[in-house]
């Protein structure tokens, strides 16, 4: 059996089915290397996040099923961290949970009814919780903030060193793994492609396509899901000094309540890496080594860096990346199991893919292994949502929604009242 992309996905998904099945013979093949996609360059936040709200899902698929998957998710960090500790793997792993910190009163309005809306649908104190100001100053210092929405279910960790743990343990187990591999069609047969610009052709009878953000340039996924690019900075490490001021001891993960998605960690080596989205969606899904940085944005996530640790003013930014994840028309991540055919498409998990993955690449095994397992009855499971329009009203649509957050943070943080409208018109475009 043949498994298409060596990230996350990929790698789980062959470690997972070669301990089931010892006896198959997998190839897990990448167009590049392993962990050159968003699995080698995220934001280490491994997170029991879900993309779609847990309000939207339980509309979607009853409240027992919506928290069932929200659980799984979880519980996928749990595994991930026992599966470290057992592998002995050093992977920078510090699960101190996650905090997401108002800054002004409409985000506190926000992240208090977030919080509410989780309790109301089977999540506990113990889940998520609010801190106050007081609290949050114990955790770490974010200049302005008025207190944070608090979950343990979330660790930091250094994401390429997590692939190349899985890497390891994919050869340990037997899989071949294959780079300069690139697969341009799925057929009867296998996977046609080339081989370092050659053509090639992979006979295999499971075929796995776990090409997340890149899943556009193969045909017959064009509109499958949308490449939405995130970027990074990371800062040189910082003085002990200036740690004493910050505190972030427990390195828990740190986002911002803004509209406009930003996530931090402090890293083992003591700097700040700090991410956010906000760069416009390119025609027909395009996805080139240049996108790869961006200066406006990069100046807009080092400006918000400078707000929130003021203190880092000073400090040098080393480096500065960024990568496609992929956003499905619903935002519903997904394993799709066609059995009769033996094809399987995972992912689709916007921005929370890490632990994610994990949990998709029990169900590519459960499923290819034939064994029962609760994973396979989770709605994620053969969820299948409509495709993104064609273009040119893709290109319109998204980068329409995609500007809203910006003004809508700027509309709350000027007039201090939620910019509602702009978050309904959102939610029509992208969600
Ligand atoms: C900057 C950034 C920050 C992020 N931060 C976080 C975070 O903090 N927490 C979180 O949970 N998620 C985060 N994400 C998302 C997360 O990284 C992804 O959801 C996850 O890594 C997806 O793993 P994957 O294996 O499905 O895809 P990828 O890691 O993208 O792997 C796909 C692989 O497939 C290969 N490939 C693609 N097409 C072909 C082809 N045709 N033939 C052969 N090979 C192919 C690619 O080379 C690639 O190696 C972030 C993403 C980015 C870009």
Same mark, same amino acid.
């Given at each position: 059996?043949?498994?298409?992309?060596?990230?996350?996905?990929?790698?789980?998904?062959?470690?997972?089915?070669?301990?089931?099945? &010892?006896?198959?013979?997998?190839?897990?093949?990448?167009?590049?290397?392993?962990?050159?996609?968003?699995?080698?360059?995220?934001?280490?936040?491994?997170?029991?996040?879900?993309?779609?709200?847990?309000?939207?899902?339980?509309?979607?698929?009853?409240?027992?099923?919506?928290?069932?998957?929200?659980?799984?998710?979880?519980?996928?960090?749990?595994?991930?961290?026992?599966?470290?500790?057992?592998?002995?793997?050093?992977?920078?792993?510090?699960?101190?949970?996650?905090?997401?910190?108002?800054?002004?009163?409409?985000?506190?309005?926000?992240?208090?009814?977030?919080?509410?809306?989780?309790?109301?649908?089977?999540?506990?104190?113990?889940?998520?919780?609010?801190?106050?100001?007081?609290?949050?100053?114990?955790?770490?210092?974010?200049?302005?903030?008025?207190?944070?929405?608090?979950?343990?279910?979330?660790?930091?960790?250094?994401?390429?060193?997590?692939? %190349?743990?899985?890497? !390891?343990? @994919?050869?340990?187990?037997?899989?071949?793994?294959? *780079?300069?591999?690139?697969?341009?069609?799925?057929?009867?047969?296998?996977?046609?492609?080339?081989?370092?610009?050659?053509?090639?052709? #992979?006979?295999?009878?499971?075929?796995?396509?776990?090409?997340?953000?890149?899943? &556009?340039?193969?045909?017959?996924?064009?509109?499958?899901? #949308?490449?939405?690019?995130?970027?990074?900075?990371?800062?040189?490490?910082?003085?002990?000094?200036?740690?004493?001021?910050?505190?972030?001891?427990?390195?828990?993960?740190?986002?911002?309540?803004?509209?406009?998605?930003?996530?931090?960690?402090?890293?083992?080596?003591?700097?700040?890496?700090?991410? *956010?989205?906000?760069?416009?969606?390119?025609?027909?899904?395009?996805?080139?080594?240049?996108? !790869?940085?961006?200066?406006?944005?990069?100046?807009?996530?080092?400006?918000?860096?400078?707000?929130?640790?003021?203190?880092?003013?000073?400090?040098?930014?080393?480096?500065?990346?960024?990568?496609?994840?992929?956003?499905?028309?619903?935002? =519903?991540?997904?394993?799709?199991?066609?059995? @009769?055919?033996?094809?399987?498409?995972?992912?689709?998990?916007?921005?929370?893919?890490?632990?994610?993955? =994990?949990?998709?690449?029990?169900?590519?095994?459960? @499923?290819?292994?034939?064994? *029962?397992?609760?994973?396979?009855?989770?709605?994620?499971? %053969?969820?299948?949502?409509?495709?993104?329009?064609?273009?040119?009203?893709?290109?319109?649509?998204? %980068?329409?929604?995609?500007?809203?957050?910006?003004?809508?943070? @700027?509309?709350?943080?000027?007039?201090?009242?939620?910019?509602?409208?702009?978050?309904?018109?959102?939610?029509?475009?992208?969600?």
């Amino acid at each position: 059996m043949a498994i298409i992309g060596a990230g996350y996905t990929g790698l789980w998904s062959a470690v997972h089915l070669a301990e089931l099945r &010892p006896d198959l013979d997998i190839i897990v093949l990448d167009a590049a290397e392993p962990g050159f996609g968003a699995s080698g360059r995220n934001g280490g936040w491994c997170s029991g996040l879900f993309p779609v709200e847990i309000d939207s899902l339980t509309a979607l698929h009853g409240r027992d099923a919506a928290l069932a998957m929200q659980r799984a998710a979880i519980d996928s960090v749990e595994e991930i961290g026992h599966w470290i500790n057992r592998q002995g793997v050093d992977c920078d792993w510090a699960k101190a949970g996650t905090l997401t910190v108002a800054t002004n009163a409409v985000q506190e309005v926000r992240l208090r009814g977030a919080v509410d809306t989780l309790h109301r649908h089977g999540l506990d104190d113990a889940d998520v919780r609010w801190i106050d100001g007081e609290e949050l100053a114990r955790r770490v210092t974010v200049a302005g903030a008025l207190g944070a929405s608090y979950s343990p279910h979330c660790a930091a960790l250094h994401p390429l060193k997590l692939v %190349n743990a899985l890497v !390891d343990r @994919a050869g340990e187990l037997g899989v071949a793994i294959v *780079g300069g591999l690139r697969a341009d069609a799925i057929d009867d047969t296998g996977i046609s492609g080339s081989l370092d610009e050659r053509p090639t052709h #992979i006979a295999a009878d499971w075929v796995v396509r776990a090409t997340e953000g890149y899943t &556009p340039m193969l045909r017959g996924a064009r509109r499958a899901v #949308i490449p939405l690019y995130s970027y990074m900075v990371a800062t040189e490490p910082l003085s002990n000094d200036t740690w004493r001021d910050i505190g972030w001891d427990a390195r828990e993960t740190l986002a911002e309540g803004r509209l406009m998605v930003t996530y931090a960690q402090r890293t083992a080596d003591g700097r700040i890496a700090f991410g *956010g989205r906000g760069a416009g969606y390119r025609y027909a899904s395009r996805i080139a080594g240049r996108f !790869d940085a961006d200066d406006t944005v990069a100046r807009r996530i080092v400006a918000t860096l400078h707000e929130l640790f003021p203190a880092t003013r000073g400090a040098q930014i080393t480096h500065h990346w960024g990568g496609p994840l992929a956003v499905p028309r619903d935002w =519903h991540p997904s394993v799709v199991v066609n059995r @009769a055919e033996r094809r399987i498409s995972a992912g689709g998990y916007v921005g929370d893919g890490v632990a994610l993955s =994990h949990l998709a690449g029990r169900a590519v095994a459960a @499923a290819i292994a034939g064994e *029962g397992s609760a994973v396979l009855g989770l709605p994620f499971v %053969n969820h299948v949502g409509r495709h993104w329009e064609a273009e040119p009203l893709r290109f319109i649509g998204v %980068n329409a929604g995609l500007r809203l957050p910006v003004l809508a943070d @700027a509309i709350e943080s000027r007039t201090g009242r939620p910019a509602t409208r702009l978050g309904k018109l959102m939610d029509r475009l992208l969600g």
